[in-house]
C-alpha cells in the first residue's frame, strides 16, 4: 500500500459544485501539504499544515479550504468549482523541519 | 511567485551524455531539494543539499548550491534513457520551513 494516498484519482465535476480531494498517510508525518500542477507552472502550494491545529495558507489558498481532520488525513476542498481549477492536485507529507517531502500519485480534476 | 525558477525549461540529449539542470532562487534558504517526476505521477525526492554545504553526490547525481549567486546545479553523468522525466528544484526559507517548487526542466533522453 501506498504511504500517501490520494482520493479519487480522477474526478469531473460541473462548475459551482462542491467537492473534496482527500489525502491520508502511514508514515506518522506531522506536515502535510497540498499542491496543484498546471502544465509549464510546476507544483504551486495551496495550503500547508504544520501539525493538527497549525493550518497556513500557500501561494495560492483562494476557491480552497482544508481540514486537517487528523494528524494522518488532510483533505482539500473547492466550495464552488470553476473551470480554471482543472489541475493535477498533489498531496505531500514530511516529517521536521525543512526535510524531504513524500508526495501521493495525484488526482487529476476536471472541471466542466 | 515561485522561489525557485529551472534553465532550461526542456532539454533532449543523447544516451550517456551528461544533462545540467540550473535553478535560481530568490530569498535566502534553509536548504534546496531536487525531485523528479514521471509523466502525470508523483514527485520522488532525489537529493537535499543544505545552505552550508556547497557540493553533493548520490550516485549519478551531482549537486552544486552558491548561496553568493542563489543558485543550484543538478548534473545527471551518463543519462540512460529511463532518466526521461521532469525535474523540479524546491526550496525550503528558513522562517517559513514550508516547500515552494519552481517550474521544472523536462529532460528528453534519447536511446
Known amino acids: 500500500d501506498a504511504d500517501v494516498t490520494q482520493t479519487p484519482r480522477n474526478r469531473i465535476t460541473k462548475t459551482g459544485k462542491r467537492i473534496m480531494l482527500e489525502c491520508s498517510q502511514t508514515?506518522?508525518?506531522?506536515?502535510m501539504y497540498w499542491y496543484r500542477q498546471d502544465p509549464g507552472l510546476g507544483l504551486r502550494l495551496i495550503y500547508y499544515?504544520?501539525?493538527?491545529?497549525?493550518?497556513n495558507k500557500g501561494e495560492i489558498s483562494d476557491g480552497y479550504s482544508v481540514s486537517r481532520q487528523a494528524q494522518a488525513k488532510f483533505s482539500l476542498s473547492l466550495e464552488s468549482a470553476i473551470p480554471n481549477q482543472t489541475a493535477l492536485y498533489f498531496c505531500a507529507t514530511s516529517f521536521g523541519r525543512g526535510t524531504e517531502a513524500f508526495f501521493g500519485q495525484g488526482t487529476r480534476l476536471t472541471v466542466v | 511567485s515561485q522561489q525557485g525558477e529551472e534553465d532550461p525549461q526542456a532539454l533532449s540529449i543523447q544516451e550517456g551524455e551528461n544533462a545540467t539542470m540550473n535553478c535560481s532562487y530568490k530569498t535566502s534558504i534553509n536548504n534546496l531539494q531536487w525531485y523528479r517526476q514521471n509523466s502525470g505521477r508523483g514527485l520522488v525526492h532525489l537529493i537535499l543539499?543544505?545552505?552550508?554545504?556547497r557540493e553533493k553526490h548520490s550516485g549519478r547525481l551531482r549537486v552544486t548550491l552558491d548561496t553568493s549567486k542563489k543558485s543550484s546545479s543538478l548534473l545527471i553523468t551518463a543519462s540512460r534513457a529511463a532518466d526521461t522525466a521532469s525535474y523540479f528544484c524546491a526550496t525550503v526559507k528558513d522562517s517559513s520551513y514550508k516547500l515552494i517548487f519552481g517550474s521544472g526542466t523536462r529532460l528528453l533522453v534519447r536511446p
Open positions: 508514515k506518522g508525518h506531522d506536515r
Open positions: 499544515s504544520f501539525d493538527v491545529k497549525d493550518i
Open positions: 543539499i543544505r545552505s552550508n554545504e
